[in-house]
């Protein structure tokens, strides 16, 4: 039987693994950039009409129209509707509106695999094409270890300048991804990615463990060529009501714990055999 000190060991010497998620569709309902149209109208970054634009757009998305093409007019679109933006105001808001927009359009599915994940030992990254003021808060809701997304370009004056300083879509996730696992020493053939898109096949194509989910019909296709297993995701759920009533303690309170009952049982024992000296001597 293996001692304790030689399995921890083991498990030390084997390669880190991950599973990659994209966001939209995949872990939560909508898109989530455009999800936040009505919360930077009401902020005064965008008007009424790009708030009509942003809602047909989020319509063409979820009908799973949105080809390569028309994800490239998006972003133009949006890049060129962010040019000027205050980059700590749209975080303000996006802080502010976290949990009322984005919250309820979790997947349950979803969140349980990321906790599968998790208790496997495997890191959680979202690899996302939406902003990182946006999915950055939304990994750290999730509970994601990292987050890859769209970064724009920010000017001296600590605005959008309407450029993109790295575009987090197709074959630049799976570049991404290879990255970190270099830097992080994670075995590509032994991690999991999950999409909806025929966007990520070179994503998909990285890993060993490929998901398609919710998938659009060129996934779709794609994905009973290769035979990569398809994922339905539909219930969407608020974090809060898969949460038991009382939250397990956090590991620093564990261990502060662990240490009162430590020092309490050690003050029990000097407490009793000093008491038994005592009793012994009176005799």
């Known amino acids: 039987m293996l001692k304790l000190v030689e399995i921890q060991s083991l498990n030390h010497s084997m390669p880190r693994t991950a599973a990659f998620f994209d966001l939209d569709k995949t872990v939560i309902a909508k ?10 109208y009401q902020g005064g970054l965008i008007n009424r009409r790009a708030v009509l634009r942003t809602a047909y757009a989020q319509f063409v998305f979820l009908a799973g129209g949105a080809d390569h093409d028309q994800m490239e007019r998006m972003r133009a679109y949006l890049s060129a509707l962010c040019r000027g933006w205050n980059v700590e105001q749209v975080k303000e808001i996006v ?3 976290l949990h009322d927009l ?7 599915e979803a969140a349980s695999l990321i906790e599968e994940h998790h208790a496997a030992g ?3 990254v979202i690899v996302s ?9 939304i990994g750290e809701l999730l509970g994601a270890d ?3 997304a769209t970064r724009m370009v920010v000017g001296e004056d600590g605005c959008f300048t309407g450029e993109v300083e790295y575009y987090a879509y197709g074959p630049t996730k799976a570049e991404a991804i290879k990255e970190l696992a270099r830097t992080e020493g994670y075995d590509l053939a032994r991690c999991y990615a999950y999409s909806d898109s025929a966007t990520d096949v070179p994503m998909l194509s990285s890993v060993g463990h490929p998901y398609a989910v919710n998938p659009d019909r060129a996934l779709r ?5 290769r035979a990569w297993p398809i994922l339905d995701f539909h219930k969407p759920v608020r974090l809060k009501q898969r949460l038991p009533a009382f939250s397990a303690p956090s590991r620093p309170a564990l261990v502060a714990a662990a240490a009162v009952g430590a020092a309490a049982a050690t ?17």
Do not use: H, M, N, Q
């Open 31 to 40: 898109s989530s950039t455009l999800t936040f149209s009505k919360s930077f």
């Open 95 to 97: 802080a502010e509106t």
């Open 102 to 108: 984005i919250d309820p359009i979790i997947y349950d």
């Open 122 to 124: 495997r890191d959680v």
């Open 129 to 137: 094409t939406s902003g990182a003021e946006v999915v950055e808060p």
């Open 146 to 148: 990292r987050v890859v």
């Open 221 to 225: 296709r794609e994905a009973l060529t």
């Open 267 to 283: 003050a029990g024992i000097v407490w009793y055999a000093s008491r038994r000296r005592a009793l012994t001597a009176s005799r």
